[in-house]
């Protein structure tokens, strides 16, 4: 029984389920939409006469069509970019069948984006009267710079208050269209195209501006520096004042970053605006004080790094002025920012400095003269002014003026007086500053007279020799391999007769102490070549 009683359940669920058939099943193409329902049932009315008129529409109510019935299908662009144009007149059109799915899709949504282009105050109830339907007189045909276009139905009125350019385009427009007998609504509708358009937003948003009953700065917040700068472009070219006054007062109060205020700087370029209302931003954009107060400036930066006694601040400050003048030196050489005596001042400020310590190192002077540091020892001190030195050096090299450094370093006949008699734990610091000068000549980065090499090799050659043992063990970011290989190849760049002195005397000097003493061995070799060989078999050697 059981069984019986379970089969004729199932047949009767059989049935039920194949009776369910019986029309036929819903499609996701004919599920009913009353949103989409409602705009394909009032296409087939456009083509009749109607007494009430589409709202926010621009049309009267005479005409009887609604802003889709007028745009020729072919000229619709693609939907949700661009609003169709319609150049052609306007015509009545009589019963025809209904076209075709994607056009009412395409002009149903460009009936929407034309009515969004309005300004919410001005929108009408669907009661409006014939008069106030025609608010929106005016169609703004924008043409994009590359390509594509936006169409804009505008009021006259609120366009002529707020911009004085469309105000005397709408006025030239109506003079010339006075004598127009034209009863129909389009007639009465200025278009005004606008080619070569850059940005299509952004012209949309300097429009939309003036439809704001409120502060326009509160939406210019939400928009961003970036685009407000835009905004201001535009609203300069339209002579659109609100405009251009709001977007002023939002950039003043907003901090820019670097690519905001080159822009921005762009901008101040090519248009002109008056000095009352960009006097704030132009003191952010430019320094306004006097040429003298900018050109002293290196030198306060720089003289107040050189004096400055803790440790980590220097190091920072170093590297911050350093990378703003060098990186300056790309763009400008001689930048009026950047005086050439200014940094030489510092530079002798700062040797004069070093000759008094090694003259107290040395015992030939009391410690009055540096009673401040008297608490430091002796080893920090002059290391900070040799880093202050070569810190300055590094400077003049990257703006090629360190040529005039090689004839100072040359002639400080005192400091090596007292670099014999100084601890060697004191003295190699003097032999830093001469690598540096050996290293920017054997790599081509100095260039300067045979005279000014000469005097720097024949003085500081020797206390080289001596020191190098310390520079090895106390680097301080020297690369060792560097420093002999340039000071091998500043050796060949002399005279030979010179060379033969100075090689000579390593010769001797590496005999002895060749641990502690710089290997010249091929640059040693390269002028024994040319010195003692012909000159064909010496090019031969030197070219394997």
């Not at 000095?275 to 704030?280: E, G, I, L, P, V």
């Not at 190091?315 to 003048?325: D, P, Q, S």
């Not at 400008?332 to 030489?344: F, S």
């Not at 391999?481 to 007769?497: A, D, I, R």
């Amino acid at each position: 029984m059981d069984d019986i009683s379970r089969r004729k359940q199932l047949s009767s669920r059989r049935r039920s389920w194949c009776c369910s058939f019986t029309d036929p099943p819903s499609s996701p193409e004919s599920f009913s939409n009353p949103k989409l329902s409602k705009p394909l049932q009032k296409f087939d009315t456009f083509s009749k006469p109607t007494s009430t008129s589409v709202p926010s529409s621009p049309q009267s109510t005479k005409s009887g069509l609604s802003l889709v019935g007028r745009i020729d299908p072919r000229r619709i662009l693609s939907p949700g970019r661009v609003s169709p144009i319609d150049s052609s007149p306007i015509q009545q059109l009589g019963p025809a069948p209904s076209p075709p799915p994607p056009p009412t899709v395409d002009s149903a949504a460009a009936q929407m984006r034309s009515q969004s282009f309005r300004a919410p105050a001005q929108v009408r109830a669907e009661s409006v009267s014939s008069s106030e339907s025609n608010v929106f007189d005016v169609r703004l045909n924008l043409r994009g710079k590359r390509g594509g276009g936006l169409v804009l139905e505008l009021s006259s009125e609120v366009l002529s208050s707020n911009s004085e350019l469309f105000a005397g385009l709408i006025s030239e427009y109506r003079k010339s269209n006075n004598g127009s007998s034209s009863s129909s609504s389009g007639s009465k509708m200025c278009r005004i195209e606008v080619p070569e358009v850059e940005n299509l937003s952004v012209f949309r948003e300097a429009i939309e501006l003036m439809f704001e009953d409120d502060d326009i700065t509160k939406r210019l917040f939400r928009i961003g520096v970036y685009r407000v700068i835009d905004v201001l472009e535009v609203s300069a070219g339209i002579m659109f004042t609100k405009g251009v006054l709001s977007c002023l007062k939002y950039l003043e109060a907003v901090p820019w970053t670097e690519e905001e205020e080159e822009k921005l700087r762009n901008l101040f370029t090519r248009f002109k605006f008056d000095d009352a209302t960009t006097r704030d931003i132009l003191a952010r954009l430019y320094l306004l004080d006097s040429v003298d107060s900018q050109q002293n400036l290196s030198r306060q930066l720089v003289s107040s790094i050189t004096t400055c006694t803790d440790v980590n601040a220097r190091h920072e400050l170093k590297l911050l002025v350093k990378g703003l003048l060098c990186r300056s030196s790309v763009y400008e050489k001689d930048h009026h920012d950047l005086n050439k005596e200014d940094i030489y001042g510092v530079c002798r400020s700062c040797l004069s400095s070093l000759v008094s310590l090694f003259e107290e190192a040395t015992g030939n002077i009391s410690h009055q003269k540096t009673v401040k540091e008297t608490g430091k020892p002796m080893i920090e001190r002059v290391s900070r002014q040799v880093d202050n030195i070569n810190w300055l050096l590094d400077i003049l090299l990257d703006r090629q003026m360190a040529e005039d450094f090689v004839d100072i370093w040359a002639e400080q006949g005192e400091l090596l007086k007292m670099h014999g008699d100084t601890s060697p734990m004191v003295r190699y610091e003097l032999s830093r500053v001469s690598a540096i000068l050996f290293v920017a000549m054997g790599t081509r980065k100095l260039q300067c007279r045979s005279e000014s090499r000469s005097g720097l090799l024949q003085a500081w050659f020797g206390p080289m020799l001596l020191d190098f043992g310390w520079l090895q063990r106390c680097r301080k970011g020297l690369d060792i391999k560097s420093l002999e290989e340039s000071l091998g190849q500043t050796l060949l760049t002399l005279p030979l007769k010179q060379q033969y002195m100075l090689f000579m005397e390593w010769f001797r000097y590496f005999s002895k102490h060749s641990t502690d003493c710089p290997n010249l061995s091929k640059a040693f070799q390269i002028w024994w070549r040319r010195s003692f060989l012909r000159g064909s078999e010496t090019s031969a050697i030197e070219s394997r």
